[in-house]
């Protein structure tokens, strides 16, 4: 079992949007709102003028130099209010109780899940037209297929796997991925049901049995059935997961497994295996994004995912947690229906 996401877990998506603000592709404009938003929301965080949000020759958008910027030159920084943690998913009012029940329960992995349900629930809400706090920098995430290029493995059909990936290296853990994906869906939707449901004015809440005794307000109603989009949201969760997370060494909330965060602006940087950023978290909390190089005008940013040449990251691998082969143009569906060595082992001539 690859297990991606999480380990063991105990089991436990209706429609009609009224102000669908959804992005079929981030646009400029979208990350013209993310940069306000970040200037607005929070007054600590900082973009270098001289750093740009452009399209990217590899699909979607980056962030480019408008003007030489030397080594060692801040970026930008973002504070930790401004980045999706922990403590942003278990202190939530309508769901934080929930997911901390869950993450008690659950065991390993169950983080990742509660912080992919939140991401769905406020996305969910957020389309519905309710003031949501992250909701500028949710616009600009890839809820769908091919959005800001992003081509995964959860997007595909069962046929495409089947048709695509039989026999590959990565077909037993891109099944196993899928797989657990589903069993997470199942679990969220009686979590973070309510709240969309509540957004879209199809869910009532219990009064007291006895007026203005709280205590006396019998147990929520249970969300039994699928709540529509629901579960297109969390599989946009979990890409979105696996494809920009970053590892949470600052965060005190979390034990027994990696905790995660979603870092804005820095999450949105394209792969280099020669990155040209280095970044920190300061005693504050803040993420420091500096030039790692000199930059020159008009070059793109670049961040560095993962080690390429690392053993437990070869590049089918890399194409199952990021959705593409580094230093690859080609389609995959192309490499893969041409049998190549990237995703096919040699077999030995006899």
Not at 193 to 214: D, N, Q
Not at 262 to 283: Q, R
């Amino acid at each position: 079992m690859v297990s991606f996401i999480f380990g063991t877990l105990s089991l436990l998506a209706l429609q009609s949007p009224v102000v669908d603000r959804r992005p079929k592709s981030s646009t400029e404009e979208s990350y013209g709102k993310l940069l306000n938003w970040l200037d607005d929301s929070f007054p600590n965080s900082y973009v270098n003028p001289n750093v740009k949000i452009a399209p990217s020759e590899f699909g979607g958008h980056g962030c480019f130099a408008v003007e030489d910027i030397a080594e060692g030159d801040l970026l930008f920084s973002i504070p930790r209010e401004a980045c999706i943690t922990s403590s942003v998913v278990l202190g939530d009012e309508d769901t934080g109780k929930a997911f901390q029940t869950l993450i008690k329960k659950a065991g390993p992995g169950s983080f990742t899940v509660s912080l992919a349900g939140f991401l769905a629930k406020e996305y969910l809400c957020y389309i519905e037209g309710q003031d949501v706090l992250f909701g500028p920098y949710l616009a600009t995430l890839p809820w769908k297929r091919n959005i800001n290029g992003q081509e995964h493995v959860l997007f595909w059909s069962e046929d495409e796997v089947e048709e695509f990936l039989t026999d590959s290296l990565c077909y037993n853990e891109c099944v196993d991925l899928r797989s657990e994906v589903r069993v997470a869906r199942k679990i969220l939707n009686s979590v973070v049901g309510p709240s969309i449901l509540k957004a879209r004015g199809e869910y009532e809440e219990e009064k007291p049995l006895i007026p203005f005794l709280e205590f006396t307000k019998p147990p929520p109603q249970t969300v039994k059935e699928p709540v529509s989009g629901l579960g297109r949201a969390l599989t946009g969760a979990f890409v979105i997961l696996l494809t920009r997370a970053f590892d949470d060494e600052f965060d005190t909330l979390i034990e027994g497994e990696d905790a995660e965060r979603l870092i804005p602006i820095l999450d949105m940087l394209n792969h280099n295996a020669e990155p040209s950023v280095t970044y920190k978290t300061n005693d504050e909390g803040a993420v420091e994004v500096k030039a790692r190089c000199d930059i020159k005008k008009g070059d793109e940013i670049y961040n560095r995912y993962r080690e390429e040449e690392e053993l437990n990251m070869p590049y089918h691998r890399f194409f199952s947690r990021f959705g593409f082969v580094p230093g690859i143009t080609e389609s995959m569906k192309n490499l893969l229906q041409d049998k190549s060595s990237i995703f096919f082992a040699k077999r030995r001539e006899v």
